[in-house]
């Protein structure tokens, strides 16, 4: 299975048709977007179209800069799945999710996170991939030292311990993009704009 993940697209409606062309290049089997896709809650033109229009399966997350009314919005419109709090079973691969971060407009607690993650870790526990889906990514990784503004969540780094996927992506801190790092089994990859491409 391939994933092609990204995040902190901020309603660059240009970025996200460089990014279904890629999905749509590379042939992957899902798209994955980690949040932030608007800017504040604005401009949510053509963000999903161009993905759609390539017949593109899409999940997303809401970031710090959109509510999960907005989020919702996106999803509903273009018929693609918001994943926060949820999750999806997808060939053999369960991937759950919560967006929102612990800091910003559309603050969540730590204890918030991490009780959404579990409650859609829960669906999938059974499969043996699993891949968890942030924003923000976890507290006390390399990627928290690329920004003084954006501490890693506690919350985050709890489910990661505690549930073990093979695999989280999140993006939030763009000086971090690319970044990869373990924690115990799982892996951490800061996706960011450019989009990674993950194989399963």
Do not use: W
């Not at 918001?82 to 607690?109: M, P, R, T």
Request: aromatic share 8%; charged share 30%; hydrophobic share 40%.
């Amino acid at each position: 299975m391939k994933i092609l993940a990204a995040g902190d697209i901020h309603g660059d409606s240009g970025l996200a048709e460089k990014l279904a062309i890629k999905a749509k290049k590379e042939k992957v089997d899902l798209v994955i977007l980690c949040g932030d896709l608007t800017y504040r809650d604005n401009s949510t033109d053509n963000l999903m179209k161009p993905f759609v229009e390539r017949n593109e399966k899409v999940l997303l997350i809401p970031g710090n800069h959109e509510g999960v009314a907005t989020a919702d919005f996106l999803a509903d419109f273009y018929d693609v799945k918001n994943i926060h709090g949820y999750s999806v079973k997808y060939k053999d691969v369960g991937i759950f999710g919560a967006g929102g971060a612990n800091i910003g407009e559309n603050q969540l607690s730590e204890k918030e996170l991490y009780d959404l993650l579990k409650k859609g870790f829960d669906k999938i526990e059974y499969l043996k991939k699993r891949v968890m889906v942030t924003h923000v990514h976890p507290s006390e990784t390399k990627m928290e030292k690329f920004t003084q503004f954006f501490p890693g969540s506690k919350g985050v780094r709890q489910a990661v311990e505690k549930l073990q996927p093979n695999f989280l992506l999140c993006s939030h801190v763009h000086e971090a993009e690319g970044i990869e790092e373990k924690i115990g089994l799982t892996k951490v990859i800061n996706v960011g704009r450019k989009g990674k491409i993950i194989e399963l």
